[in-house]
C-alpha cells in the first residue's frame, strides 16, 4: 500500500495461517547448532554484540530497541562471512564423505584435505560483501577464488576482495548481469560456484548459505535469554537477494511456530523485488531490473534467491521499501546515540532498517503499518546492523558531510 503523506511504501501481508513447512525443512534448529559449533572453531571467532538502545526506545515509545551487531564480525565487517564459510565447509565435507563429528576446522585446513581435493577454484558474483567472505574463507583453506563484481562496485570494495587474494573481475551491468555471467564461465573453466543467491537447479550451496547464517539467531536467542527475554516480538530485516531475511525470518518460525515475532522485509525503492512479488497476486517471484541504483550497495538486487522467496512468501507479515537517505538517517542515528545508549558504526545496508524503523513509528502516515504491527511499550524490537564501515569514503560522505539529506518535511523535529 502506497501513502502519499509517507516517503516510504509498504504491503501487509497478512496470513490466515502461516505456511510453516518451508521454513521448518531449511531451518530445523540442529542445522543452526550445527553451523555454530563450526563456526566457534574459527580462530577469531567469538559472539558479536547484541547491543540495546534503551534511550532511542523510550524517545519511540517502544519496550527495546536491540541490534545485532555484525561490524567486526571475524574481522571482516559483515555477516556474510558466517555463510560462505558454512557452505564451503559443507562443500568439502561432501566431497569428502565426512561426518560432521570427524570435520574439525583445523582439519578442514590441513594439507591432507588439500591433497585429497585438488585444485578448485571458487567462484560467486557479488554486490561486495559475499564476495569478501567467500575470498577470506578460500585463502584460509588455500584454493583459488575468483569474484564478479558489477560495474557500480566502488574501487574500496573490489580492493578489500583483492586484499583476501582473489582475482576481481568487473562485469557491465547490474548485480544480476555479474550473476549470470558467472554461471557461463564458471561452466567453461570448472570453477566451482558459491552463491548466496539460488536459481531452479541452482540450491544445495545457497541453501548451505543460509543455515550458516543462523549462527547468529543462535547468538542472538542465547544474548535474550541472558536478558530474561524469550524471544523478539518484532523483526526488521533488510533485504538484497533475501537470503538473510530468509534465514532470520526462516529460524524464528521454525523455533517459534505460530508465535515467532512479526517480521518485517526492508528493502531500498529502487531495488525491491522482494516487494514487487509480495505485491502479484500469489506472490509469484518478481523481478526488477534497471541499474538497480542505491547507496546500499549490499541490497541492490533484482532478483529474488528462489528457496529465499519460498520461505518469505510464507512468514513475512510486511514488506517496506524506502529511500536512500532513510538507510543515510540510520546511519547517523547509530553514530550520534542519544546519552546514554551505545555508539554503532553502520554502513548503508546496516542501517536501513533503524531508519525504516523510526520512520514507521514516526510519519503520521504510516498508521495502517503501525496498527497491524501493533508496536507498542511491551515492544522488543530486533533489527541488525548486517555490515559495519565497509565503504569508507561514503561512510565518511554520509556521516562527516551529511549527504543524502532527510528533506525538510520528514524532519524528528518539525513544526
Ligand atoms: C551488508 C548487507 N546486508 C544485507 C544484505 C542482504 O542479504 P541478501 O542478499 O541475502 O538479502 C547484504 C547482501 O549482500 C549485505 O551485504
Not at 77 to 82: A, E, I, T, Y
Request: with cysteine; charged share 20%.
Amino acid at each position: 500500500m502506497n501513502n502519499s503523506t509517507c516517503d516510504f511504501k509498504w504491503i501487509i501481508t497478512p496470513h490466515e495461517k502461516k505456511d510453516l513447512s518451508a521454513a521448518k525443512k531449511m531451518f530445523p534448529i540442529e542445522v543452526s547448532r550445527t553451523a555454530r559449533r563450526f563456526h566457534r572453531q574459527i580462530p577469531g571467532y567469538r559472539m558479536s554484540p547484541l547491543v540495546s538502545l534503551p534511550n532511542l526506545a523510550t524517545m519511540f515509545k517502544v519496550g527495546g530497541i536491540w541490534v545485532k551487531d555484525e561490524a567486526s564480525r571475524l574481522e571482516l565487517n559483515s555477516f556474510k562471512v558466517l555463510g560462505g564459510s558454512f557452505a564451503l565447509y559443507r562443500f568439502i565435507q561432501e566431497r569428502l564423505h565426512i561426518s560432521d563429528e570427524q570435520m574439525s576446522y583445523s582439519y578442514l585446513i590441513s594439507n591432507e584435505v588439500k591433497e585429497k581435493l585438488g585444485d578448485i577454484t571458487f567462484a560467486s558474483a557479488t554486490d561486495g560483501n559475499h564476495g569478501r567472505g567467500i575470498a577470506w574463507a578460500a585463502q584460509k583453506l588455500g584454493h583459488r577464488c575468483v569474484i564478479y563484481v558489477h560495474s557500480e562496485t566502488s574501487q574500496r570494495r573490489i580492493d578489500a576482495i583483492r586484499g583476501y587474494g582473489a582475482t576481481v573481475k568487473v562485469i557491465d551491468g547490474n548485480y544480476d548481469d555479474a550473476v549470470r555471467q558467472i554461471v557461463v564461465d564458471a561452466k567453461e573453466n570448472g570453477w566451482e560456484i558459491i552463491s548466496d543467491t539460488s536459481w531452479e537447479g541452482y540450491s544445495q550451496i545457497p541453501t548451505w548459505i543460509m543455515q550458516g547464517y543462523s549462527t547468529m539467531m543462535a547468538e542472538i536467542q542465547e544474548q535474550f535469554s541472558a536478558q530474561g527475554i524469550t524471544r523478539p516480538t518484532h523483526v526488521f530485516v533488510q533485504a538484497g537477494v533475501g537470503a538473510l531475511a530468509a534465514s532470520v525470518i526462516g529460524y524464528y518460525h521454525s523455533l517459534c511456530g505460530e508465535n515467532a515475532p512479526t517480521c518485517v522485509v526492508v528493502e531500498p525503492e529502487d531495488a525491491a523485488c522482494l516487494f514487487a512479488s509480495a505485491s502479484t497476486e500469489n506472490r509469484e517471484i518478481r523481478n526488477v531490473d534497471g541499474d538497480l541504483d542505491t547507496i546500499m550497495a549490499g541490497l541492490a538486487c533484482g532478483s529474488p534467491s528462489e528457496i529465499a522467496w519460498n520461505v518469505l512468501r510464507q512468514t513475512v507479515d510486511a514488506f517496506v521499501t524506502v529511500p536512500d537517505y532513510i538507510a543515510a538517517k540510520g546511519m547517523r542515528v547509530y553514530a550520534t546515540p542519544l546519552k546514554g545508549d551505545p555508539f554503532i558504526v553502520s554502513g548503508e545496508s546496516g542501517a536501513v532498517t533503524l531508519g525504516a524503523l523510526l520512520s514507521i513509528l514516526r510519519e503520521n502516515g504510516a498508521d495502517q503499518l503501525r496498527d497491524f504491527l501493533k508496536i507498542d511499550e511491551h515492544s522488543q524490537i530486533l533489527l541488525i546492523n548486517t555490515e559495519g564501515n565497509t565503504d569508507p569514503v561514503l561512510f565518511r560522505q554520509i556521516i562527516w558531510e551529511g549527504s543524502n539529506p532527510v528533506p525538510e518535511e520528514y524532519w524528528f523535529d518539525r513544526e
